[in-house]
């Protein structure tokens, strides 16, 4: 186990159980979750299946119970995994914790269409809480649209005094974000990276500046990325070398990793743009204008 980083943000290289067992007890304000979801995706040449769907859980429930002693009295703990497993984890933790919300990840297409079934278009996320009666959710921070009162102007006439209604409501537990596409800015080369946008909702609503925010399972470091964004302290823990680098980039915590420069990866549209813009050669007319020539 390594741990790069300073006093605010700390990359953790390493396998999870062992990394949350360092962390101290109730110490942190916000954990996000999102582990291998045991359906045979490829971490970087690592294949994310367990012999058996026994072997799956009983792994994920202990890191669920490390995750529920590391998180503080006030603290909420938001978990993702598989459709099929998500029903499994409900019963486990909600004999630990309050199980707030039950939110569904909603995207607009998978890259693959099915043709016989319907095809998955959602994750399931749990909100659950440590104390229903103290808990930290800004519900100002993540307001969103009410468009019976922005769009419909409608107003509410059973009150004593007609009043129209809202412009803007708490979001409700289907969440929209698109997923992270090959062309995206925010993109990183990692086979279930989650939107900045998903994270930025978690961490505005159920974090306070200079809280620690920490993330088992870190991938491409989003959760630490936005932590970072938004003032928050950080703990990314990954085990994977290709990921621990993405972070180490992503939060500006080094340079170069074993001797190698860290660099996010030009992707395929980008060296063509690169090629582009070297064939294109600019020829300075004797009249002092500028004129464009592709080669
Ligand atoms: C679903 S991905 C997380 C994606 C992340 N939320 C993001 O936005 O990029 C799960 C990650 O857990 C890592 N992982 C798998 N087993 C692990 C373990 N035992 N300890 C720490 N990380 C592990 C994988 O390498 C993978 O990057």
Not at 71 to 91: C, E, H, K, N, R
Not at 160 to 167: E, F
Not at 224 to 230: G, T, Y
Not at 237 to 246: A, H, P, S, T
Request: with cysteine; proline share 4%; glycine share 6%.
């Amino acid at each position: 186990m390594e741990i790069f980083g300073n006093d605010r943000h700390k990359i953790i290289h390493g396998d999870a159980l062992h990394a949350l067992s360092q962390v101290p007890d109730n110490s942190v304000a916000l954990i996000f979750a999102d582990p291998p979801y045991n359906i045979g995706k490829n971490f970087n040449g690592h294949k994310d299946k367990w012999a058996t769907e026994e072997e799956y859980l009983n792994w994920c429930y202990k890191w669920l119970d490390l995750c529920v002693q590391k998180l503080s009295p006030t603290g909420s703990f938001y978990v993702m995994t598989a459709t099929q497993f998500m029903p499994f984890f409900d019963i486990y933790l909600r004999k630990k914790l309050d199980i707030l919300s039950r939110i569904v990840w909603s995207y607009d297409s998978s890259g693959v269409q099915a043709k016989k079934y319907y095809g998955s278009m959602y994750e399931p996320i749990l909100f659950c809480v440590k104390d229903k009666d103290n808990y930290t959710f800004n519900a100002d921070d993540i307001l969103v649209e009410a468009k019976t009162g922005s769009k419909r102007k409608l107003i509410d006439y059973r009150k004593a005094v007609p009043t129209v209604y809202n412009s803007e409501k708490v979001p409700g537990n289907v969440w929209e974000f698109a997923r992270v596409r090959y062309r995206m800015d925010e993109y990183e080369n990692h086979p279930t990276q989650k939107p900045i946008a998903l994270l930025e909702r978690i961490i505005r609503a159920s974090s306070n500046e200079g809280d620690l925010v920490l993330d088992p399972f870190s991938g491409t470091f989003t959760t630490c990325f936005v932590a970072k964004e938004l003032g928050r302290n950080s703990i990314g823990i990954e085990l994977q070398d290709e990921y621990v680098k993405i972070g180490l980039r992503r939060l500006h915590l080094a340079k170069e990793f074993k001797g190698e420069i860290l660099q996010k990866e030009i992707r395929t549209f980008e060296t063509e743009k690169l090629e582009t813009a070297t064939n294109l050669k600019l020829f300075e007319e004797p009249h002092g204008k500028y004129i464009h020539s592709k080669h």
